[in-house]
């Protein structure tokens, strides 16, 4: 089989399970049978276990309730984020004084700006770790095919976000019957960098980011049943972080439900609870940290 | 009662013994039958012979032929003798009296 073959072969392989990924490339490089007929056969295997896998719930149930909604959460996170700092990326780009420099109200405010915009991607950037690890987590059996459904969630996010704020402006108007504004950050947004390219490259944060946590959840052994129990607390509780801190998403749910939050004084009870649980979504660093430190002393102990 | 292919696959692995894995088997079907065998159809079917208890398969240790890769060995269990027996024996019944030359001779216009 030439290096063409082989290349189309091992990506296309990596949809089965370790053991049967290793046994099958073994049995194609030893039988040494064309190219393309190995392809075919190895895309055959694939097909007919992923249709087996498809054939039961729980794929679906975590394709419904996992990946779809929270690959568009994120991805309209991911606008927000990649919105607000654009319009901070454009002030400074488009109303940079070297006088201004010499003012220290300038560094105070670049300095607090700089903090701000640090924050939102690290917290952007663990939510989509979190949510790549639970996704899985959830679907070790199923984690490459899963990687692609994320991955293509997150694209049609990234499409579909616009028009998601659009209907949510337009619904929040009607509700308060108050009358359209101009919208402040327009000359920001009608630059095509702004608009197009740099919630691009955020999303690319975001696919990067979720794809690592896949990756961790995938690899290795099962952890202990201790470690298996805190790291599912602290997901859920980053998960729950991370749904309630887009209010719009209670808007869509329903005027009604909104209205009884808002009389309830609920939504302000979410807002405090949530405050509590912020130290908690950057646990993905102290997990990866934690990770390093023992590979390296395993490492240390083997030499 | 088990299937023709799941039957071939039986019967390969119980001749090849300790040396019977994928790529083995493989090769003893399509030399027995004159047809190719997917490695889609195979592995299925291994693994649906492992679900009925037919079969136990293991990973072996990384070979050097291999590209550095393991084997998934196959070891007929005592069910799995025990349906092959049956399958075989139910093919020589139904077969009793039959001679398939002769038939060919008579049907051909």
Redesign the interface.
Same mark, same amino acid.
């Given at each position: 089989m030439n290096g063409f073959w082989w290349w189309l072969v091992e990506p296309i392989s990596g949809f089965l399970d370790s053991?049967?990924r $290793?046994?099958?490339?073994?049995?194609?490089? $030893? /039988?040494g049978e064309p190219g393309a007929r190995?392809f075919?056969?190895?895309?055959?295997?694939?097909?007919?276990?992923q249709r /087996?896998l498809w054939l039961n719930w729980q794929p679906w149930t975590i394709l419904m309730a996992v990946i779809l909604p929270l690959g568009f959460l994120l991805s309209v996170i991911s606008r927000e984020t990649s919105d607000g700092s654009a319009v901070y990326v454009w002030m400074y780009a488009n109303n940079w004084d070297w006088a201004l420099t010499k003012n220290p109200g300038f560094w105070r405010l670049l300095g607090e700006t700089s903090i701000w915009v640090f924050l939102a991607y690290l917290t952007l950037g663990c939510w989509s770790w979190v949510v790549g690890f639970v996704v899985g987590w959830l679907s070790r059996r199923m984690a490459q095919i899963n990687r692609l459904v994320l991955c293509l969630v997150l694209l049609l996010g990234e499409l579909t976000a616009p028009r998601y704020f659009e209907f949510l402006d337009q619904y929040e108007r009607r509700a308060s019957g108050l009358p359209a504004l101009p919208d402040g950050n327009a000359a920001v947004f009608a630059v095509a960098f702004y608009r197009v390219v740099f919630p691009l490259m955020v999303q690319v944060l975001v696919v990067t980011a979720a794809l690592w946590g896949m990756r961790r959840a995938t690899a290795g052994g099962k952890p202990g049943r201790i470690l298996r129990a805190v790291l599912a607390a602290v997901a859920a509780l980053t998960l729950a972080e991370m749904v309630t801190q887009e209010p719009g998403l209670w808007f869509m749910v329903g005027p009604r439900v909104w209205a009884h939050y808002s009389q309830l004084a609920l939504w302000s009870s979410v807002l405090h609870l949530r405050r509590l649980l912020e130290p908690i979504e950057y646990w993905p660093i102290i997990f990866l940290i934690a990770h390093a430190i023992r590979k390296r002393k395993l490492r240390a102990a083997v030499v | 009662m088990i299937g023709e292919f799941e039957y071939l696959i039986l019967a390969a692995a119980v001749r090849l013994g300790d040396e019977a894995?994928?790529?083995a088997i493989?090769?003893e079907i399509e030399h027995a039958t004159n047809r190719r065998c /997917?490695?889609?159809?195979l592995? #299925?079917t291994l693994d649906r012979l492992e679900t009925k208890g037919l079969i136990k398969t293991t990973?072996s240790d990384? #070979?050097p032929?291999?590209?550095g890769?393991?084997?998934?060995m196959v070891r007929v269990t005592a069910r799995g003798v025990g349906a092959g027996t049956e399958f075989y024996a139910s093919v020589k019944r139904v077969t009793r009296g039959i001679s398939w030359e002769a038939s060919r001779v008579r049907i051909r216009p």
């Amino acid at each position: 089989m030439n290096g063409f073959w082989w290349w189309l072969v091992e990506p296309i392989s990596g949809f089965l399970d370790s053991d049967d990924r $290793e046994a099958v490339l073994g049995d194609v490089l $030893e /039988s040494g049978e064309p190219g393309a007929r190995a392809f075919c056969g190895v895309l055959g295997l694939v097909v007919r276990r992923q249709r /087996s896998l498809w054939l039961n719930w729980q794929p679906w149930t975590i394709l419904m309730a996992v990946i779809l909604p929270l690959g568009f959460l994120l991805s309209v996170i991911s606008r927000e984020t990649s919105d607000g700092s654009a319009v901070y990326v454009w002030m400074y780009a488009n109303n940079w004084d070297w006088a201004l420099t010499k003012n220290p109200g300038f560094w105070r405010l670049l300095g607090e700006t700089s903090i701000w915009v640090f924050l939102a991607y690290l917290t952007l950037g663990c939510w989509s770790w979190v949510v790549g690890f639970v996704v899985g987590w959830l679907s070790r059996r199923m984690a490459q095919i899963n990687r692609l459904v994320l991955c293509l969630v997150l694209l049609l996010g990234e499409l579909t976000a616009p028009r998601y704020f659009e209907f949510l402006d337009q619904y929040e108007r009607r509700a308060s019957g108050l009358p359209a504004l101009p919208d402040g950050n327009a000359a920001v947004f009608a630059v095509a960098f702004y608009r197009v390219v740099f919630p691009l490259m955020v999303q690319v944060l975001v696919v990067t980011a979720a794809l690592w946590g896949m990756r961790r959840a995938t690899a290795g052994g099962k952890p202990g049943r201790i470690l298996r129990a805190v790291l599912a607390a602290v997901a859920a509780l980053t998960l729950a972080e991370m749904v309630t801190q887009e209010p719009g998403l209670w808007f869509m749910v329903g005027p009604r439900v909104w209205a009884h939050y808002s009389q309830l004084a609920l939504w302000s009870s979410v807002l405090h609870l949530r405050r509590l649980l912020e130290p908690i979504e950057y646990w993905p660093i102290i997990f990866l940290i934690a990770h390093a430190i023992r590979k390296r002393k395993l490492r240390a102990a083997v030499v | 009662m088990i299937g023709e292919f799941e039957y071939l696959i039986l019967a390969a692995a119980v001749r090849l013994g300790d040396e019977a894995y994928g790529a083995a088997i493989r090769k003893e079907i399509e030399h027995a039958t004159n047809r190719r065998c /997917s490695i889609g159809a195979l592995y #299925t079917t291994l693994d649906r012979l492992e679900t009925k208890g037919l079969i136990k398969t293991t990973m072996s240790d990384p #070979t050097p032929q291999r590209g550095g890769r393991a084997k998934r060995m196959v070891r007929v269990t005592a069910r799995g003798v025990g349906a092959g027996t049956e399958f075989y024996a139910s093919v020589k019944r139904v077969t009793r009296g039959i001679s398939w030359e002769a038939s060919r001779v008579r049907i051909r216009p």
